[in-house]
């Protein structure tokens, strides 16, 4: 099992090393037999990672304890369904799971462009063979899952209770798909600025292939989220962790290009600016998973600090120079003739949205270097705490939220002010109606909070009025066309615009989520006596007893609460605290009651038993939180129409392709 | 162990042949690349040619001023024309 695991690492090697030298010397050859063989020997790669990770698999399914992965991530008694996240929880592993979604979307990526990019595939497949060679090395020889101990355990470690949940199977798959994903765009602007064909077509690519990633990270993180709120008990979902950031960094500098890159395909501008974004968040992508594998920083699921650290800054430093190079040698290709005419503009507000995407992400990478900048620097650690985060989310977070309201209706070039009012009138008086309400309601306690809802209100009156207006106007020029079907033509004939409007209702709606919990949560540290009922807003919580459950894998106090509601009972709640018997660790179980139709939680943590037969129960009620959850299938659904193929764009496409092909011959 | 080294074996040899396939067959006959220029200027053409088609839906749909809508067009045609006559000269060029 060990030399096949080691030999198929290794052989994925081979063929990464080999496919950016025949593919760069196919180039210069003009030998396309060498560039195709290149290109295969990506599969190939990626068939011999396949390989290997079936070797991992097999040995954690086996218990197979000689591996010191599997040993150190696993043991008998953790259930079967979640012996998989073992895989991904090592170091080793992960590294492993990295090589393998990196080499599948590379074979799959220069498969699907083969005849559609035949000038970039050369500095495609190099780009991509380089990346894969960099994992495979990093797995055969720096941080290889198929190392083995000395002496066999009977037992492997345990997988990290808190890990042994539904959303870690798929919350760490997605963040790697994610990040890795990133490498795709990168190594296609790279290869369009290498070759200079910088052209429309890499431009489309980029686009599909920032959106699979961007989407991967963004339900990633949110499932993340809902792992956090379930699993840690501190009644939030979002702790401004190093490794929650090393997510979210990337995310908001690859938003920021999927906006400016519609700028660049309308209006031929920022293509420098879309370019640096791209490789900007690529490196950042990695910085991130430097940041989570060395130790740099400290956080609850980083790992082991180890050595893989400095082949991570030599791999960024490296790519991020050949980024730099790359764009600075071709700048005259990106040069655009076009200027910004107007601040009132659509490219202006898709530009100061940039700016604000960009300055968040350096704002939050600031706070997560900080602590080890303050370290070596100053000799001791001072840690960023969430009010600094708090900060850069509302004041840069608010007016980003403004412009995802104006940036889709503003004119392009230039607006008047008298288009400008007939656009927004209807937005603002919603927005000012609307704040004004929470004010009288008495949400005032939290000035952002009543400024973020109103703006939420903003944007959907704005999403709502564009999707009303344009099915009216599609109605005009089709008489008799009902009211859904004008709707779903008008949808049809531009996927991307209203694709991108149903995302920003997810934002919207998301956003309500994180307002309601930060500004509106409310929480208590109540004690329980057994059959006494304690008020907490509007709740009744009465105490049943104390029971104390053993299984196999855990000694369990279980606090059991009935929950009333205008003297009714509707629930019964059993928050605990665990003790896992491989590990000793000690866990918290959340109870959470939720109420769908208003949104919120009540949300309890056992915290131990002051007297026999009493319980400490901390209390949290957390307004709009379960909109967080909603965003996500909003978000998904917005993806789904944005990303589907369009064949008009893709007819013109190839038409003008064609055209150009036509007068080379 | 015998089992580990024939798969290796296998996998080895698939992946050689899968690579050195392409290299054992004939050359093929390699397409000129796209005019660089020609290319740009259709798409300058195609981008201008769409957003006419988007003001028009625009203006319709009450999003922009009667002014504001046909200053846009002006400018539009004018960039569709110009990059229609750059096309059309470098058709006729040899």
Not at chain 1, 157 to 173: D, F, I, R, W
Not at chain 1, 241 to 268: C, M, R
């Amino acid at each position: 099992m060990e030399l096949l695991g080691r030999g198929a690492l290794l052989l994925a090697l081979f063929a990464a090393v080999y496919a950016p030298i025949a593919a760069l010397i196919g180039a210069r050859t003009h030998d396309q037999r060498l560039i195709t063989s290149a290109r295969r020997a990506l599969a190939g790669c990626f068939v011999c990672v396949i390989v290997a990770s079936g070797v991992l698999v097999t040995a954690i399914v086996r218990h197979d304890f000689r591996f010191a992965s599997v040993a150190g991530h696993s043991s008998r008694e953790v259930p079967e369904p979640y012996l998989i996240s073992s895989f991904w929880s090592s170091q080793e592993g992960s590294l492993l799971l990295w090589l393998l979604v990196l080499s599948g979307l590379s074979a799959l990526v220069t498969y699907q462009h083969r005849r559609r990019s035949r000038e970039l595939m050369p500095y495609l497949v190099a780009f991509l063979g380089g990346a894969c060679a960099f994992f495979a090395f990093a797995t055969s020889f720096v941080a290889s899952p198929f190392e083995t101990v000395a002496q066999v355990p009977r037992d492997g470690a345990g997988l990290v209770p808190s890990l042994q949940n539904p959303y870690m199977l798929t919350h760490p798959p997605l963040l790697y798909l994610g990040y890795v994903g990133f490498t795709i765009p990168f190594a296609f602007a790279m290869a369009a600025l290498v070759s200079g064909r910088t052209d429309g077509r890499w431009l489309q690519a980029v686009r599909r292939w920032t959106l699979v990633p961007w989407l991967a990270l963004a339900v990633g993180m949110i499932l993340g989220a809902k792992w956090a709120y379930e699993e840690i008990g501190w009644g939030g979902f979002w702790g401004w962790d190093p490794v929650e950031n090393a997510a979210l960094i990337p995310w908001l500098t690859a938003t920021a290009f999927l906006h400016s890159v519609i700028v660049q395909e309308k209006k031929g501008m920022l293509k420098v600016w879309n370019v640096s974004l791209v490789a900007l968040t690529y490196v950042l992508c990695i910085v991130g998973t430097f940041l989570t594998r060395s130790g740099f920083t400290s956080s609850i699921h980083t790992f082991v600090v180890s050595s893989v650290g400095w082949w991570f800054i030599a791999y960024i430093a490296i790519v991020a120079t050949v980024a730099i190079v790359v764009i600075v040698r071709n700048l005259d290709q990106l040069r655009s003739p076009h200027r910004i005419d107007s601040l009132v503009s659509r490219e202006a507000t898709f530009l100061f949205n940039n700016l604000l995407f960009v300055a968040l992400a350096f704002a939050i990478l600031w706070g997560v270097l900080f602590p080890s900048i303050s370290e070596a620097l100053a000799g001791h650690r001072v840690a960023t705490q969430s009010p600094y985060y708090d900060f850069f989310a509302v004041v840069l977070g608010l007016p980003l939220l403004l412009l995802a309201g104006v940036g889709p209706v503003v004119a392009w070039r230039r607006a008047s002010l008298r288009g400008v009012v007939q656009a927004f009138r209807w937005p603002f008086v919603s927005a000012l109606a609307a704040g004004a309400a929470l004010v009288v309601l008495g949400f005032a306690s939290s000035a952002a909070g009543v400024v973020a809802i109103s703006l939420c209100l903003f944007v959907a009156v704005t999403i709502g009025l564009e999707l009303a207006r344009g099915t009216a106007a599609r109605r005009a020029l089709t008489p008799g066309t009902s009211w859904p079907a004008a709707l779903a033509q008008l949808v049809g004939r531009n996927r991307r615009r209203y694709g991108g409007y149903v995302v920003h209702l997810a934002v919207v709606i998301g956003m309500l989520a994180i307002v309601g919990t930060s500004a509106y949560a409310t929480s208590r540290t109540l004690v329980l006596a057994p059959g006494k009922t304690v008020q907490f807003h509007g709740y009744g919580l009465r105490l049943r007893g104390i029971e104390s459950p053993i299984t196999r894998s855990y000694i369990s106090t279980e606090a059991v609460i009935d929950v009333s509601q205008g003297g009714r009972r509707i629930d019964t709640l059993r928050p605990s605290a665990r003790t896992y018997l491989d590990s000793g660790e000690p866990t918290k179980q959340i109870a959470i009651r939720p109420l769908l139709h208003t949104g919120e939680d009540l949300y309890l943590v056992f915290d131990g038993s002051p007297r026999p037969g009493q319980a400490t129960i901390k209390a949290f009620l957390n307004p709009l939180v379960n909109l967080l959850w909603l965003s996500a299938i909003v978000l998904v659904l917005g993806f789904a129409i944005a990303i589907w193929p369009d064949p008009r764009l893709a007819a013109r496409l190839a038409r003008r392709t064609n055209e150009a092909f036509a007068r080379a011959r | 162990m015998l089992a580990a080294v024939i798969v290796l074996l296998v996998l080895a040899v698939g992946v050689v042949v899968l690579v050195a396939w392409p290299l054992v067959r004939e050359r093929g006959v390699e397409a000129s690349p796209p005019d660089a220029r020609r290319l740009a200027l259709l798409e300058r053409r195609d981008a201008a040619l769409q957003a006419l088609q988007e003001l028009e839906l625009d203006h319709q749909a009450g999003k922009l001023t009667d002014e504001d809508a046909e200053r846009e067009r002006r400018t539009l045609r004018d960039e569709a024309v110009a990059t229609l006559a750059e096309l059309e000269g470098l058709e006729q060029q040899p």
